[in-house]
């Protein structure tokens, strides 16, 4: 399909809460591919699609470990657990981190592409993913949870010294 422009700042739409999907079909299916096309065009783990400028509650994640990618629609977190502060990046916010506390566990109820209710209980950096990415279908950017953010290049140079 095509490699979308994905929307970085604060442009508006990144603030706005994404509609819930009621029918998976061939409109919502070239939106998961174009989303597809978009994260593998990158580096991401993870793109919602209103970081494309469609406010639809759709998620593609892909730790790009080995693991196979998750495709969430109406994706929502059920239950959390623990807590754990870590540096947190997005495509939408390119060369900047910040520090952003979030669960170590979760629990996410979803819809899979074929309509199937699906679970997730990830732990760890994938539950992070997970977090980031139904945040944006909230209108949550990374940066309304951090109280500072670095740029990437100032953390490498100091790293290096």
Same mark, same amino acid.
Not at 105 to 120: P, S
Not at 123 to 146: M, P, W
């Given at each position: 399909?095509?490699?979308?422009?994905?929307?970085?700042? !604060?442009?508006?739409?990144?603030? *706005?809460?994404?509609? @819930?999907?009621? =029918?998976?079909?061939?409109?919502? $299916?070239?939106?998961?591919? !174009?989303?597809?096309?978009?994260? /593998?065009?990158?580096?991401?783990?993870? $793109?919602?699609?209103?970081?494309?400028?469609?406010?639809?509650?759709?998620?593609?994640?892909?730790?790009? !470990?080995?693991? =196979?990618?998750?495709?969430?629609?109406?994706? #929502?977190?059920?239950?959390?657990?623990? *807590?754990? #502060?870590?540096?947190?990046?997005?495509?939408? /916010?390119?060369?900047?981190?910040?520090?952003?506390? @979030?669960? #170590?566990?979760?629990?996410?109820?979803? *819809?899979?592409?074929?309509? *199937?209710?699906?679970? /997730? #209980?990830?732990?760890?950096?994938?539950? @992070?993913?997970?977090?980031?990415?139904?945040?944006? $279908?909230?209108?949550?950017?990374?940066? !309304? @949870?951090?109280?500072?953010?670095?740029?990437?290049?100032?953390?490498?140079?100091? =790293?290096?010294?």
């Amino acid at each position: 399909m095509a490699i979308k422009e994905i929307l970085t700042f !604060d442009q508006a739409v990144l603030h *706005k809460k994404a509609e @819930r999907i009621d =029918e998976i079909n061939g409109e919502i $299916l070239d939106i998961i591919q !174009d989303m597809k096309d978009t994260l /593998y065009a990158g580096t991401g783990v993870g $793109l919602a699609a209103p970081q494309i400028g469609i406010l639809k509650k759709l998620v593609i994640i892909n730790p790009r !470990d080995g693991s =196979e990618e998750i495709i969430l629609i109406n994706p #929502k977190i059920v239950a959390q657990s623990g *807590k754990v #502060k870590d540096m947190e990046g997005c495509l939408s /916010y390119p060369g900047y981190l910040g520090e952003v506390v @979030r669960p #170590k566990n979760i629990t996410v109820i979803a *819809k899979d592409i074929n309509g *199937k209710k699906v679970t /997730y #209980k990830p732990s760890g950096f994938l539950a @992070r993913i997970f977090c980031h990415e139904i945040d944006h $279908l909230e209108g949550v950017v990374y940066t !309304d @949870r951090t109280k500072t953010m670095f740029r990437e290049k100032d953390l490498i140079q100091s =790293e290096e010294e």
